[in-house]
């Protein structure tokens, strides 16, 4: 019994910090729909791809990247990383997991 409600309560706990994660990612996610569409379809500026549905861990990667990297001079990339930069990682992965799950 005691095993039962263990195995539940985990249950429980992964359940929440999953649905968590993925609101989480569509919150965050609405500061970016300004230049990459509500949808993740648009062509941010005319330079950037279509962000919806790539895969999580090269999203993740390019973030991380516009996070880590002092831009000086003024652009996209200075726009992404102005984004990101008070985002923590988790923050990141469920920006790219939401936006992977977007339909192409």
């Known amino acids: 019994m005691v095993q039962h409600i263990k195995i539940s309560l ?7 910090s999953f649905l968590h994660a993925a609101n989480n990612g569509e919150v965050l996610f609405k500061q970016c729909a300004g230049c990459h569409g509500a949808d993740g379809r648009n062509k941010a500026f005319g330079k ?8 999580a861990e090269v999203l993740v990667e390019s973030l991380k990247y516009y996070k880590e990297t002092e831009f000086k001079t003024h652009g ?8 990101v930069k008070n ?8 920006i790219a997991t939401y936006v992977s799950k977007l339909q192409k």
């Open 10 to 16: 985990l249950s429980l706990f992964l359940l929440c």
């Open 48 to 55: 950037s791809g279509i962000i919806a549905g790539q895969d």
């Open 76 to 83: 996209t990339s200075l726009v992404m990383s102005k984004q």
């Open 87 to 94: 985002m923590n990682l988790q923050d990141l992965q469920d």
